[in-house]
């Protein structure tokens, strides 16, 4: 089930395996994406690319904080 947890005008939109990323994310949004292996982050940019961490964070918690360090710092 898709969430959204807003943070410094960033939307970082948490997903299912089996939820596209592009279908639930706009440009500008993090996805924070749960697979077999972790917690996977992605950043889509400003024309729909997706850039990506290669490899996964361990919990939940551990991605979400992730995501809002990179909030705070922008991503382009």
Not at 43 to 55: C, K, P, T
Request: charged share 20%; glycine share 6%; with cysteine.
């Amino acid at each position: 089930m898709v969430s959204v947890v807003k943070h410094r005008q960033v939307n970082i939109v948490l997903l299912e395996a089996d939820e596209p990323v592009r279908a639930h994310c706009a440009p500008g949004d993090i996805a924070l994406v749960t697979e077999r292996a972790g917690w996977f982050l992605h950043f889509i940019n400003a024309d729909g690319g997706l850039d990506s961490y290669e490899q996964p964070y361990a919990s939940q918690k551990e991605a979400l904080w992730a995501a809002k360090a990179a909030a705070e710092f922008g991503f382009s």
